[in-house]
């Protein structure tokens, strides 16, 4: 542990992941709690791997053609965008077939970015940073657009609390109110999609899944509305953020999946609690 | 001047695909009425509301509410729906519930107005439960619940009150007790309730619409001697089953 300490009070790269977790945490609580509440964590998961397919694009144009201001962030941007708002309008359009295009487009992104980083000459570990995470790689630059990402979704996702929030709790009912619940619904989507790529930069894409729905589901055993959720599940998401880091780092264990694993132990502490509180009430 | 029904369907016909919904639907609600809908489980009861709210569109015949299209009267109408499509679980305070029916197409983002608050507050002291506006929804019990929707439904100041399955699966007592506030709520809204139990109407019910693909109307009597009072401890009316229109007759 000292040695963690150690590191972040002397090296730039471990403030950088500090102050990503931080970041995440905050974008993470809001919106997992939307996610979860709404139920639409398998959605979430497919906008998280797709997020491969314009990662490995990104990689690719910039090794291959020389595009050397493309990063892989940007193309995990543009992806998990461009997945959300096709799970969101065949959902709305054909709800039948909703699981089966999540689950095309969840495939499909990540097929396509193999390819693509199968294509790229150079080290294929990046494949492996993109899939469980890198956070101590994050640059002062990610640390910008993520800074810049995590404003814009918690401004959004402030602004329209109310408006979401009736939305996920009764959908039908907003419609009789004549609110643009389908607006809604993207715009949670497109909000989820832009979470998931901030928390991937943590976590790696395929443990996303993981970090925006535990400490959700935690914190909601023990609160009782949508905003002490938020702001719980975000404390909790930062202190397992940081807990990941510091228990990762001396003896040399992936951050990304040392963080799931105290994700995973946190949830089970709240579940198990909640259960052997006594004279509780249902 | 001539009044305008406040809901009028003429020869409505949905259905899902080819399954045919409701065939042929004409029925007038005029101001004042309190309609209780009844009919078999998929006959037809929710569709028909979904049509009055204009979540659902017609294949064929027309819709008004207070005389126009139904989405633009949809900020006259408060609406409960059936209880299972609400996830009860879902970490929310009563009063916040409530809030909600403030919401409607005026306010695309933003906070509450203390108008809002005042109307919300005032929603659920009218259904008897100011007392538990902080409670999580979840703790409440299935009555409580009921009234805090329906409390919502009244947060939109509406003048008429739709209602799916405000009495399913509550015991005798809370079922009384909803029906005891819809009679105070009656006194100054149009009323029209759904319900899957056909067998006994309650006494304000002036109107039994029965559905079943297609639509019977009946009105509503008192029922003059002791014996089905005594039964069921208090005045009931009963339905005439009348033949429908074409002559044949249907299961109630």
Known sequence: MAEFFHAVAHHAFMQYALMTGLLASVACGVVGTYVVTRRISYIAGGIAHSVLGGMGLAYYLRVVHGWSWLKPLYGALAAAMVAAVVIGVVSLRAKEREDTVIGAVWAIGMALGIIFIYQTPGYTEDLMSYLFGNILMVTSGDLWLIGALDVLVLAVGLLFYNQIAAVCFDEVFARTRGMKVDFYYLLLLCLTALTVVILATVVGIVLVIALLTLPVAAAGMVTKSLRKNMILATLLTAIIVIAGLAVSYAPDLPAGATTIVVAGITYLVFFLGSRWRPNRRR | ?252
């Not at chain 2, 739709?162 to 699966?169: S, T």
């Not at chain 2, 639509?215 to 208090?234: K, S």
Request: aromatic letters at 4%; glycine letters at 10%.
């Open chain 2, 1 to 252: 001047m001539s009044q305008v029904p406040v809901i009028a369907l003429e020869h409505v016909s949905f259905s899902f695909g080819a399954a045919p919904v409701l065939e042929d639907v004409t029925l007038t609600v005029e101001a004042g009425d309190f309609l209780w809908v009844v009919g078999p489980n998929g006959g037809g009861k929710t569709t028909l509301v979904r049509l009055i709210l204009g979540l659902l569109q017609p294949d064929s015949g027309r819709i008004r509410v207070f005389g126009q299209r139904p989405k633009q009267a949809l900020g006259r109408i408060g609406y409960m729906p059936q209880s299972a499509e609400i996830d009860a679980r879902f970490p929310v305070s009563a009063g916040d519930v409530v809030l909600m029916g403030r919401l409607g197409s005026g306010r695309v983002f933003g906070a509450y107005s203390r108008q809002d608050k005042e109307a919300a507050a005032k929603a659920l002291g009218a259904v008897g439960l100011s007392d538990v506006r902080d409670r999580h929804f979840a703790e409440l019990s299935g009555g409580q619940q009921r009234r805090v929707l329906i409390a919502r439904a009244l947060a939109c100041e509406p003048e008429i009150l739709i209602l799916d399955e405000p009495l399913a699966n509550l015991d005798v007592v809370v079922e009384k007790e909803i029906q005891e506030l819809l009679r105070r709520l009656r006194e100054n809204l149009t009323i029209l309730m759904v319900s899957h139990d056909p067998a006994l109407v309650s006494q304000d019910v002036q109107t039994v619409v029965c559905v079943n693909r297609r639509v019977a109307i009946h009105p509503t009597f008192e029922v003059e001697g002791a014996l089905l009072g005594d039964l069921y401890r208090g005045t009931v009316r009963v339905v005439r089953h009348d033949r429908t229109a074409d002559g044949e007759s249907h299961d109630g």
